[in-house]
């Protein structure tokens, strides 16, 4: 019987700090690669994929907000939300290819050691170490408001904890002479950003194949919407992401004939809203469910519907 939109604006990010976050990381990026072969520091060259994760991130963030600005047109009624998906799926399959060439190496000079330069390396790891530290303090006050500047944190969160490993590394083999740690430290990195790359995956295809998000609890939000007083029964639930962060709802509400139909998709609207964060809802109501067809959810009216002959149903039978 109605139809209720709400359409959610994304929250306001702190484009500046993200922009500077991204100057700082990826320059220093470009420095580290520089740096991991003029003193053949695997540890370096692994530290410097993980810091490509930071840079990667933080431009999906940035992209998000530019493009969270154009309006929907007549053929992207959503607009470009999904731009932050595919980016983030792409970003996880280059840095399993990434993480393959630096387990693959580490190994090989596991097997034969090659010499290192420690105190660049040492250098290099501490000027990293504060390039994440700067990023991280630039981040902090947008990351509990916006989920793309907390995800682009906890990259840099986490890359942090790589410069302490690659400084490790460079302080045991100055004064101990173990070259081989360079590559153990190496190695570690590498199996550090496997499974984070695999989440990333996990959860952009989980979006892009339209399901449920994670924090939705099905179960809640059916057993919610069904304790409204007035709500008879539920159908034609579907809950989904348009990109991290803004999820939307459609449902079929069956409801009683004495309850009024606007107040009711207000008190919805507000519960969604206040429970489950679901800002985007188109909600349908209905006082008689409508009957599930191949083509959908159809109202049929059997006061019309002529009772069909024996024959025309042997027919359809044959057919």
């Not at 520089?34 to 540890?43: E, P, Q, Y």
């Not at 390039?131 to 916006?146: A, E, H, P, Y």
């Not at 989440?199 to 409204?228: R, T």
């Not at 579907?238 to 409801?255: C, E, F, P």
């Amino acid at each position: 019987m109605s139809t209720g939109h709400t359409h959610a604006l994304p929250s306001e990010r702190n484009e500046k700090s993200l922009w500077i976050a991204l100057a700082l990381t990826g320059s220093f990026l470009l420095a580290e690669v520089a740096a991991g072969i003029v003193f053949n520091s695997l540890a370096l060259l692994s530290d410097a994929a993980h810091m490509f994760t930071d840079a990667a991130a933080l431009a999906i963030a940035l992209a998000a907000v530019r493009v969270a600005r154009r309006p929907a047109d007549a053929k992207r009624t959503y607009g470009y939300y999904r731009f932050e998906i595919l980016a983030a799926a792409f970003n996880a399959l280059l840095l399993f290819g990434v993480a393959g060439y630096i387990l693959y190496e580490g190994w090989q000079r596991l097997r034969e050691p090659a010499q290192v330069q420690s105190s660049g390396m040492l250098v290099v790891a501490v000027l990293g170490l504060i390039v994440n530290l700067i990023s991280m303090r630039m981040l902090q006050g947008g990351k509990d408001k916006s989920l793309n500047v907390k995800g682009a944190y906890l990259e840099v969160w986490s890359d942090m904890i790589g410069s302490i490993g690659v400084i490790g590394a460079a302080l045991v083999i100055r004064f101990t002479g173990w070259v081989w740690v360079d590559a153990v430290v190496a190695v570690a990195i590498g199996l550090w950003v496997l499974p984070r790359t695999w989440l990333l995956l996990k959860e952009s295809l989980n979006v892009l194949l339209e399901g449920v998000p994670d924090g939705i609890d099905m179960g809640a939000l059916m057993a919610s919407v069904q304790a409204v007083p007035g709500v008879t029964g539920l159908h034609d639930l579907h809950v989904w992401a348009l990109t991290s962060g803004k999820v939307s709802m459609t449902a079929h509400i069956v409801y009683a004939p004495e309850i009024g139909p606007d107040e009711l998709l207000k008190t919805l609207k507000l519960l969604l809203a206040d429970r489950f964060s679901i800002f985007h809802t188109t909600l349908q109501l209905e006082i008689v469910a409508c009957e599930h067809s191949v083509d959908g959810c159809n109202f049929v009216d059997h006061r019309h519907k002529e009772p069909s002959s024996q024959p025309d149903q042997a027919a359809a039978r044959q057919a």
